[in-house]
């Protein structure tokens, strides 16, 4: 009977608590961290990598990832969000690692009904044309500019993964935007 109190106890502790636990190597308070946050990170690389296939090893990488960090997380409240910051980056390396993708910034621009080749042409020059920008943009650009339009996270979601008040997101983004419109210019 006492063990499970034990246990109890410990689902009842916050965040923090729990986080200052398993950096002083308790794994018991590190299983209730992996149990707690599970469901939220299932259900954001389901979205992310629009795949089941991937997901339970990305989720598994990203708490083995984060056991091995631990004792480097300075602000132990936003154990969530640091998570969610490891585990978007484990997302977007499995998208980079896609055979079918050169670059996580490649997009797949439908082909035109009637798949007329000039049409086709077309949308492949578009696709270099959007790489070649993205390239181009400074690296927080590109980052939120991919999270906004490819993987179409809200401006919130981008700021708390990134760590950025969500009015800097948005000046990101629109500096993102007004870079892509200035590159592309040449493609029209």
């Given at each position: 009977?006492?063990?499970?109190?034990?246990?109890?106890?410990?689902?009842?502790?916050?965040?923090?608590?729990?986080?200052?636990?398993?950096?002083?190597?308790?794994?018991?308070?590190?299983?209730?961290?992996?149990?707690?946050?599970?469901?939220?990170?299932?259900?954001?690389?389901?979205?992310?990598?629009?795949?089941?296939?991937?997901?339970?090893?990305?989720?598994?990488?990203?708490?083995?990832?984060?056991?091995?960090?631990?004792?480097?997380?300075?602000?132990?409240?936003?154990?969530?969000?640091?998570?969610?910051?490891?585990?978007?980056?484990?997302?977007?390396?499995?998208?980079?690692?896609?055979?079918?993708?050169?670059?996580?910034?490649?997009?797949?621009?439908?082909?035109?009904?009637?798949?007329?080749?000039?049409?086709?042409a077309e949308a492949h020059s578009r696709e270099d044309a959007v790489d070649r920008?993205?390239?181009?943009?400074p690296v927080d650009q590109r980052r939120c500019w991919v999270m906004k339009e490819?993987?179409?996270?809200?401006?919130?979601?981008?700021?708390?993964?990134?760590?950025?008040?969500?009015?800097?997101?948005?000046?990101?983004?629109?500096?993102?935007?007004?870079?892509?419109?200035?590159?592309?210019?040449?493609?029209?």
């Amino acid at each position: 009977m006492q063990p499970q109190q034990h246990r109890t106890d410990f689902v009842d502790l916050d965040d923090e608590v729990l986080a200052d636990r398993a950096t002083d190597g308790d794994v018991r308070a590190f299983e209730v961290l992996i149990r707690r946050h599970t469901p939220l990170l299932r259900a954001y690389a389901r979205r992310t990598l629009g795949s089941t296939d991937e997901l339970d090893d990305v989720v598994q990488e990203t708490f083995i990832t984060a056991w091995n960090r631990l004792d480097g997380l300075e602000d132990r409240r936003r154990v969530k969000a640091w998570l969610m910051r490891i585990l978007s980056r484990k997302c977007l390396d499995r998208i980079r690692s896609r055979r079918d993708h050169d670059d996580v910034t490649e997009l797949e621009v439908a082909a035109p009904s009637d798949a007329a080749p000039e049409r086709v042409a077309e949308a492949h020059s578009r696709e270099d044309a959007v790489d070649r920008a993205l390239s181009a943009l400074p690296v927080d650009q590109r980052r939120c500019w991919v999270m906004k339009e490819v993987l179409e996270y809200r401006y919130e979601d981008i700021a708390e993964e990134l760590g950025l008040p969500t009015s800097t997101v948005r000046g990101i983004l629109s500096r993102a935007r007004k870079n892509m419109i200035r590159l592309m210019e040449g493609w029209r």
